[in-house]
């Protein structure tokens, strides 16, 4: 199969895929036609794909997995050293180190067995920037300006996005804290107002967690005020119902923000990473 296929596949970009090829982790057919090099790619190497890629988001070196490939009697010893590095940054990879320690690591025969057993730690965690942006040097078609002028493109896209994710999450924390406050002034419920207060404190300040929190709340949302719409219709009570509806297209909205936008993601990312 082609690149693109394999991108659509694996949810690599071709950079990416580009740079294993280059590094020799994966090891397409080439064939040449016109003076050309053309790679097809078979399911094994999209399976060696996804083997790098879970690796790789788990913070091992491009040189370890070549070395649990190359040689498989010392997976045992690269992953002893593998832990004390992790051990540096213990607070931010804790979570790993407590997952390796349950492996048995001298057990472990193959590097695509090491990245399923730990394929639950490493999905919820993104690539390394040298995966996602990589310097191809000979590799990367172009000359080097265009490949500069491509990687300040990139860089002014994600800058752009930081910006419009950032004023989607204030504005959503905004709003939600001028409603906590609506509802305090209506009922008195003070444990009500101080945690949609902390809840938007903590969207704003890009704990990502928090969204999932406000997408339940969002969907709760839509469920009880759809009822209100409906039974307010029924009984002429217009100005309720249109309120309740116009709620209603609020809380979808948050909640296709906060779950799709790019934007969004790209803030929250930022903000736990720096």
């Known amino acids: 199969m082609k690149i693109k296929e394999v991108c659509k596949r694996t949810g690599l970009t ?3 895929i580009r740079y294993y090829v280059e590094e020799g982790l994966i090891k397409p057919e080439i064939t040449l036609k016109g003076g050309r090099e053309y790679r097809e790619y078979s399911e094994h190497d999209l399976e ?6 879970g690796l790789r988001k788990l913070f091992f070196t491009i040189d370890e997995i070549k070395d649990m490939n190359n040689t498989p009697e010392r997976i045992g010893a690269v992953l002893d050293a593998y832990k004390l590095k992790l051990a540096s940054d213990a607070r931010a990879k804790a979570a790993i180190v407590e997952a390796l320690d349950q492996l048995g690591t001298n057990r472990l025969q193959s590097a695509s067995e090491v990245a399923r057993k730990l394929r639950q730690l490493s999905e919820g965690l993104p690539l390394p920037q040298r995966d996602i942006n990589p310097n191809f040097g000979r590799f990367e078609p172009g000359s080097k300006e265009e490949r500069e002028q491509e990687y300040n493109r990139f860089v002014e896209k ?4 930081y910006k419009t994710g950032r004023a989607i999450v204030f504005s959503i924390a905004g709003i939600n804290m001028l409603f906590a406050l609506l509802a305090f002034i209506y009922n008195l419920n003070v444990l009500n107002l101080i945690v949609q207060l902390t809840l938007s404190i ?3 300040l890009g704990i990502s967690w928090v969204r999932y929190l406000f997408i339940i709340g969002a969907g709760l949302a839509v469920l009880v005020y759809g009822m209100v719409v409906f039974v307010a219709f029924g009984e002429g009570l217009l100005l309720i119902a249109i309120l309740s509806l116009l709620y209603v297209a609020y809380a979808v909205a948050v909640t296709i923000l906060l779950f799709r936008s790019e934007a969004v993601s790209e803030f929250l990312y930022k903000q736990k990473n720096g």
């Open 14 to 16: 071709e950079r990416t």
């Open 48 to 53: 060696e794909l996804e083997t790098v890629a």
């Open 158 to 161: 994600q800058a752009r996005q």
């Open 202 to 204: 903590c969207l704003a």
